[in-house]
């Protein structure tokens, strides 16, 4: 038989981890984001919501439209009864 504190810890949740905070660091306060280390470029700055974003040059030269066909070729329809077949009698 399974003593009492067995099956507790059976019927415990599982613990998850991802609620515990980031490690602390000294030199980096909460909410800021996390320190670059030295040599690391900055990161670039958004475009000016005034200056249009130039369109790159395509790798190719764009190919014209294509035309879609008729639904059905030009010409003349006739359209046939669907009453009796008098050629069959």
Do not use: F
């Not at 000016?48 to 130039?54: G, N």
């Not at 066909?69 to 009698?89: M, T």
Request: hydrophobic share 20%.
């Amino acid at each position: 038989m399974p003593s009492l504190n067995h099956i507790r810890w059976l019927t415990q949740a599982p613990r998850l981890d991802g609620h515990l905070p980031e490690p602390y660091d000294p030199g980096n306060p909460p909410g800021k984001p996390p320190r670059t280390p030295p040599g690391t470029p900055p990161p670039k700055s958004p475009p000016d919501e005034d200056e249009p974003t130039p369109m790159p040059p395509p790798d190719r030269p764009l190919d014209p439209p294509v035309e879609e066909p008729p639904l059905r070729p030009p010409g003349k329809y006739v359209e046939r009864s669907r009453g009796v077949n008098r050629a069959a009698c």
